[in-house]
């Protein structure tokens, strides 16, 4: 598994594609904590009052552009 920043889900990263990043307001209050990429799909998690749950999932057959968390 490997940390992402964001994940772009779309064949035109401009014009038509959905973007998720940490730290962004979804969801009525929910804020997203972790992508997380796994063998065969990425997964999104969110975050309201200290509760993590499962958001979204995106397999790899899909066009995806991702951005890596650059902590060292």
């Known amino acids: 598994m490997k940390l992402v ?15 998720y ?3 962004q307001e979804v969801y009525g209050g929910h804020v997203i904590s972790n992508i997380i990429e ?20 995106f397999n ?3 066009a995806i552009s991702v951005e890596y968390n650059l902590d060292y």
Do not use: F, L, Q
């Open 21 to 23: 990043s940490i730290g």
């Open 38 to 57: 796994e063998e065969d799909k990425y997964s999104i998690y969110i975050k309201k009052n200290e509760e993590i749950v499962p958001w979204k999932d």
């Open 60 to 62: 790899k057959n899909m």
């Open 5 to 19: 920043r964001k994940i772009s889900i779309g064949r035109d990263y401009k014009t038509d594609a959905m973007h």
